[in-house]
């Protein structure tokens, strides 16, 4: 596969398009291209995903691709990202396969911004690993806030239900 149809793949994921099952299709097709030339695409998507507002599509197709590099690109978008930047990040942390992605969500509960600690919460709560839940726990005792309570306090309902009350 050459430069040129990773180019191309490129260009159908980064393009505006409406939210309908060929609008899908074409952005699934682009990605199964970009998963296919990982060393042509990752790091055309990096330089993509650094941009000031990184398409959303970016950062997913970065998870996708599963590689640990794109760890830290992610992880600066979750904590310097405007407000969907955040949550997209989240996202696409939380889909990351590696577990270095996981480690930067229970990091970004640290975080100084509750949209982006609430984003790490749900983003945890999606990835579904219970090995969270002490980090949750640490989070819900910095903030007073009632919604963080209520969130973080689902996102540990949602890894471990027995321990949502404590």
């Not at 999606?126 to 996102?155: C, F, K, Q």
């Not at 540990?156 to 239900?161: D, F, H, S």
Request: zero cysteines.
């Amino acid at each position: 596969m050459s430069e040129e149809t990773v180019d191309e793949a490129l260009a159908v994921l980064m393009a505006p398009r409406g939210t309908g099952p060929g609008a899908r299709a074409a952005q699934d097709a682009a990605l199964d291209i970009l998963r296919l030339e990982p060393r042509i695409a990752h790091p055309k998507l990096l330089a993509l995903a650094e941009g000031v507002h990184p398409p959303p599509l970016t950062l997913f197709a970065l998870a996708a691709l599963g590689l640990p590099e794109s760890v830290p690109t992610l992880t600066r978008a979750l904590r310097d990202g405007d407000a969907p930047t955040v949550v997209a990040a989240a996202e696409a942390l939380a889909r990351h396969p590696a577990a270095a992605a996981g480690k930067a969500l229970e990091n970004a509960l640290l975080d100084a911004s509750l949209q982006v600690v609430l984003a790490a919460a749900a983003a945890l709560a999606w990835r579904g690993d219970a090995r969270a839940v002490p980090a949750l726990r640490a989070a819900l005792a910095a903030w007073s806030d009632e919604e963080a309570h209520r969130r973080i306090g689902e996102a540990i309902a949602q890894l471990a239900p027995a321990d949502a009350s404590h």
